[in-house]
Nanobody
Framework: QVQLVESGGGLVQAGGSLRLSCVAS????????MAWFRQAPGKERDFVAS????????WYEDSVKGRFTISRDNARKSVYLQMNSLKPQDTAVYYC?????????????????WGQGTQVTVSS
């Protein structure tokens, strides 16, 4: 079992920055690929970014490329999402997720564990 707790969300003006954090407890953190997803009201949960177990490779959804950066610190059992140049369309609840599989996944149902989410609101 892995427990995930996100933090760092809030209200920010367009063009601003936020850094989300997700701390894990339970099983060995480095055994899991990690990802961030987001869900806006009335919409499905969408992939944002992911990172491999070692942190050696990352993937991003097209709309956040060049603006968001995912990273992890296995010693601290943490994954981060640095979000710059935020836009109103980035407004959503952001979730971190852990995947024990071996292949890169962008589908929510392929992830084993989820945090409770943190709200990000970007005002225009």
């Amino acid at each position: 079992q892995v427990q995930l707790v996100e933090s760092g969300g809030g209200l920010v003006q367009a063009g601003g920055s936020l850094r989300l954090s997700c701390v894990a407890s339970g099983r060995t953190f480095s055994n899991y690929a990690m990802a961030w997803f987001r869900q806006a009201p009335g919409k499905e949960r969408d992939f944002v970014a992911s990172i491999t177990r070692s942190g050696g490779a990352t993937w991003y959804e097209d709309s956040v490329k060049g603006r968001f950066t995912i990273s992890r610190d296995n010693a601290r059992k943490s994954v981060y999402l640095q979000m710059n140049s935020l836009k109103p369309q980035d407004t959503a609840v952001y979730y971190c997720a852990a995947d024990s599989g071996l292949l890169h996944q962008t589908t929510p149902r392929m992830y084993d564990y989820w945090g409770q989410g943190t709200q990000v609101t970007v005002s225009s």
